[in-house]
């Protein structure tokens, strides 16, 4: 089974400046996706960015961007120009190619303050 | 447009006993799963469903039951609450493709006195 590791229970930054986000996670399988989702005081789950395994260049949604490792198994999320907005629980997750369920696997999530 | 709907968004129940957590989604999403977040923890899945008709377990299963009578509805029961089933439950849905995103719904906070 796979499992999602973040390493880093709580973090902070000032606002406009650059934070990473670790993740980490165990796998045998060679084609996957990778995910970032946010979750804000409101509790709604939303996707920040996505990786494909098989793709090598990083994948990047206007401030965010990761590094993905995929030699090492690592998955950071790098938000730059940080706004009070993106205080939130961050969640890296898991997706298998393969199986029925098609699930996310969550790593138990980074609480991010964006100070003032 | 609505998205995942989930009802009650709080609710608080003694153990033993037992309630259905209304889950529906208006995208005609195949798939369709229940997590829990526990305090400190990422979300676990609890059950899943591919289509109408078909569950199948998921990672912590224990303590609920589903069914996927139509696309729209994935109820979640407890039956027998007891104090660890005290979390926040999510439903989610989506087409099935890996490289998707999940919908979420906005969470149930259900605490077992």
């Known amino acids: 089974a796979q499992t999602v590791t973040q390493s880093q229970p709580e973090m902070s930054v000032q606002e406009a400046e650059t934070v990473t986000l670790s993740c980490t996670y165990d796998t045998s399988e060679s084609d996957y996706y990778l995910f970032w989702y946010k979750q804000p005081p409101s509790r709604q789950m939303i996707l920040v960015i996505r990786?494909?395994?098989?793709?090598?260049q990083n994948a990047t949604e206007n401030r965010f961007s990761v590094n993905f490792q995929k030699a090492a198994k690592s998955f950071s999320l790098k938000i730059s120009d940080s706004q009070l907005g993106d205080a939130a629980m961050y969640f890296c997750?898991?997706?298998?190619?393969?199986?029925?369920?098609?699930?996310?696997?969550f790593g138990s999530g980074t609480q991010l303050t964006v100070l003032p | 447009n609505a998205g995942v709907t989930q009802t009650p968004k709080f609710r608080i129940l003694k153990i033993g006993q037992s309630m259905t957590l209304q889950c529906t989604q208006d995208m005609n999403h195949n798939y369709m799963y229940w997590y829990r977040q526990d305090p400190g923890m990422g979300l676990k899945l609890i059950y899943y469903?591919?289509?109408?008709?078909?569950?199948d377990k998921g990672e912590v299963p224990n303590g609920y039951n589903v069914s996927r009578s139509t696309t729209e509805d994935f109820p979640l029961r407890l039956e027998l609450a007891a104090p660890s089933q005290t979390s926040v439950y999510f439903c989610a849905s989506s087409w099935g493709q890996s490289n998707e995103k999940l919908f979420f719904g906005s969470g149930t906070q259900l605490s077992v006195l």
């Open positions: 469903s591919v289509g109408a008709g078909i569950t």
């Open positions: 997750a898991y997706r298998s190619l393969g199986g029925s369920a098609r699930q996310l696997t």
């Open positions: 990786q494909e395994a098989y793709k090598q």
